[in-house]
């Protein structure tokens, strides 16, 4: 064979490659994949306990302390520190607060609901002096829709 040949035999093997790439990857990309389940709710809960956990946090204390939390925690006034992160939640979802002092069990403490369908759960550590407390808050949406 001339050199010639040679060459257009590999350009053939080429653009035969290419074709075969080339059509692969167009069956490739036509499967039907579904999309992935929305976290939009799971996220709009989320922010809502967070929210609700900086509220606390970024009150002014009344006599002494950080914040309005750290103040109810230092004085063991724990139904009062729920009862004000549930009042910071978002319309239309409610929440449940869990306390627990340094490595304790958590207790519910404010007012404690069911919930009506799927929970996000928010855990926040908060150093009081030389107290941790652990600040957890359950939240879901009412009627258990998003």
Request: net charge negative; with cysteine.
């Given at each position: 064979?001339?050199?010639?040949?040679?060459?257009?035999?590999?350009?053939?093997?080429?653009?035969?490659?290419?074709?075969?790439?080339?059509?692969?990857?167009?069956?490739?990309?036509?499967?039907?994949?579904?999309?992935?389940?929305?976290?939009?709710?799971?996220?709009?809960?989320?922010?809502?306990?967070?929210?609700?956990?900086?509220?606390?946090?970024?009150?002014?204390?009344?006599?002494?302390?950080?914040s309005r939390l750290h103040e109810?925690?230092?004085?063991?006034?724990?139904?009062?520190?729920?009862?004000?992160?549930?009042?910071?939640?978002?319309n239309g979802k409610e929440a449940?607060?869990?306390?627990?002092?340094?490595?304790?069990?958590?207790?519910?403490?404010?007012?404690?609901?069911?919930?009506?369908?799927?929970?996000?759960?928010?855990?926040?550590?908060?150093?009081?002096?030389?107290?941790?407390?652990?600040?957890?808050?359950?939240?879901?949406?009412r009627g258990g829709g998003a």
């Amino acid at each position: 064979m001339r050199d010639d040949e040679v060459a257009q035999i590999h350009i053939l093997e080429m653009l035969t490659l290419f074709w075969l790439f080339f059509m692969s990857a167009t069956f490739l990309i036509q499967i039907q994949v579904p999309d992935s389940p929305s976290i939009a709710k799971d996220s709009s809960l989320e922010l809502t306990g967070n929210d609700a956990i900086q509220y606390g946090l970024g009150l002014d204390a009344i006599n002494n302390g950080e914040s309005r939390l750290h103040e109810l925690l230092d004085a063991d006034d724990l139904d009062s520190a729920c009862e004000l992160l549930q009042s910071a939640i978002a319309n239309g979802k409610e929440a449940n607060c869990w306390l627990a002092r340094d490595s304790g069990v958590s207790s519910p403490h404010g007012q404690v609901g069911t919930p009506a369908g799927g929970t996000v759960t928010v855990h926040k550590l908060i150093a009081v002096d030389s107290v941790a407390w652990t600040v957890t808050m359950d939240v879901w949406a009412r009627g258990g829709g998003a």
